[in-house]
């Protein structure tokens, strides 16, 4: 069974910083990709960043490119996300996922989903 756990969100002004993480257990091997995802209330899931476990390919939606930081321990079978200069409209519940896909902010190619954590950007 392919588990996961998100951690790190809370409660920042605009501006500041959070480092978000998910640990994965279950897959034998480091052939998959974790995908981060947020969705804030009346809103569709969207899309954060992604990367391979693998071999460390990573993909960014436009609007957090050159803010947002997605990386990996593969020792330690986690990914990260680095987030700076947030914005409120950064606000939302942040989900991992993971799954052997491609590198792609598409949250259909996901089976296995966290539980989620809250990221509240206050302006």
């Known amino acids: 069974e392919v588990q996961l756990q998100a951690s790190g969100g809370g409660l920042v002004q605009a501006g500041g910083s959070l480092r978000l993480s998910c640990a994965v257990s279950?897959?034998?091997?480091?052939?998959?990709?974790i995908g981060w995802f947020r969705q804030a209330p009346g809103k569709e899931r969207e899309g954060v960043s992604c990367i391979s476990m693998k071999d460390g390919t990573t993909w960014y939606s436009d609007s957090v490119k050159g803010r947002f930081t997605i990386s990996r321990d593969s020792a330690k079978s986690t990914g990260y996300l680095q987030m700076n200069g947030l914005k409120p409209e950064d606000s939302a519940t942040y989900y991992c996922?993971?799954?052997?896909?491609?590198?792609?902010?598409?949250?259909?190619?996901?089976?296995?989903w966290g539980q989620g954590t809250q990221v509240t950007v206050s302006s």
């Open positions: 279950g897959f034998s091997f480091d052939d998959y990709t």
């Open positions: 996922a993971a799954d052997r896909v491609i590198v792609a902010g598409l949250p259909d190619l996901y089976a296995n």
